[in-house]
Every structure is written in C-alpha cells, then in structure tokens.
C-alpha cells in the first residue's frame, strides 16, 4: 500500500464572525485500497504534524477542545475522502475560480 502525505496552513479571514483571523490546517493524505483514494481533511487552528491534528479531531468530538474563534455551531473539522481524478476536477474548477485574482 503506497501512502501520501502533506499538510498546508491556511488563513482564515473571519471578517464577518469577529474581525480576526484565524489558521485552517488542510491535510492531504493519498493510499491505495482497492482503488486509490484522496482525502482532505479540514481541521480549525494550527497543528504542525498528524497527531497534533487527530488530538485536536479526537477532542473536538468528545467536546473538551479550547474555546474556539468560530460559533458554535461552526464545524470544527470536515474531511471529504475521493478518488484522486476527482480531487483534480475540484483543484481545476478552483484554478478556473480564482485565476483572475
């Protein structure tokens, strides 16, 4: 089983929640089982490694994560998991999105 793995920090312009701004950590892992699979895994705040960020999934679960800049309401984290031809058609439909800028 072949695996992949990255992690990007984002800024999170929350302008219209608070006037602050906060960090989104997006991990991009890649494996193969029975067809290959991509997933995107969205997490709030700033985590430098895998683990920082499962603890922070783990505790954002069971309820006991620090008080965050989002409402409450706001999901803390969010994975989507495709193929990797998808994953390209939604980098591509985002290219397209964004260029201008």
């Known amino acids: 089983m072949s695996e992949q793995e990255e992690i990007l920090h984002l ?3 929350v302008g219209l929640r608070q ?3 906060a960090h989104v950590t997006i991990r991009i892992h890649k494996w193969h089982y ?3 699979r991509v997933a995107l ?3 709030e705040g700033y985590h430098g490694t895998k683990e920082e960020m499962e603890k922070a999934i783990r505790e954002g679960r069971i309820g006991d ?3 965050a800049l ?3 309401d ?3 984290h969010l994975s989507i998991v495709c193929r990797p031809s998808d994953l390209i058609r939604f980098a591509n439909a ?3 999105i964004c260029e201008s800028e």
Do not use: S
Request: proline fraction near 12%.
């Open 19 to 21: 006037d602050r701004h």
């Open 11 to 13: 800024d999170d312009i």
């Open 34 to 36: 029975h067809v290959y």
């Open 65 to 67: 994560a620090p008080k």
């Open 41 to 43: 895994t969205f997490v």
């Open 94 to 96: 985002l290219k397209r």
């Open 74 to 76: 706001y999901p803390k």
């Open 70 to 72: 989002f409402p409450e």
